[in-house]
């Protein structure tokens, strides 16, 4: 998804692994300018946006990108700061998706998501975004 040159890239952009550059949008934006977006909550299937859970997510040991949600499963002992995170995750909190290409990916919810998936539920609440709401929490270039 290319929103064009007027707004802020993602600052770790350089170190976003290649497999998530398929993913992750290279923008910033504020979390609270999309949680405040009025989009209907519709149910979203677990299995459908369970392949990023083997995507590396998140950071550990100050290094971002290294820990798959997968991993923070097999070995919460290690990575208890995300397991944590991952068992207080509210599922009646909606997670944020865009459609990319043929498949939604997530823009916030991976705890949410993770957790979903271990406790064997198969719908989650999702909100989806479009390229104009995309554009609307987007960071512009100043």
Do not use: C, K
Request: proline fraction near 5%; hydrophobic fraction near 45%.
């Amino acid at each position: 998804m290319d929103l064009g040159d007027d707004y802020e890239t993602f600052v770790h952009w350089d170190i976003v692994p290649t497999e998530l550059r398929s993913v992750l949008l290279n923008i910033t934006w504020n979390n609270s300018d999309l949680w405040a977006i009025p989009l209907p909550v519709e149910q979203v299937s677990v299995a459908s946006l369970s392949w990023q859970l083997d995507l590396r997510w998140w950071r550990h040991a100050g290094q971002h990108f290294v820990i798959r949600p997968t991993e923070v499963a097999a070995d919460p002992e290690r990575y208890a700061a995300q397991w944590q995170r991952t068992l207080a995750a509210d599922l009646h909190w909606p997670i944020h998706v865009v459609q990319r290409d043929d498949r939604l990916v997530l823009l916030d919810g991976v705890h949410r998501l993770l957790r979903a998936h271990l406790t064997g539920v198969d719908m989650i609440p999702a909100r989806l975004l479009t390229v104009a709401d995309v554009r609307r929490i987007a960071r512009r270039r100043e």
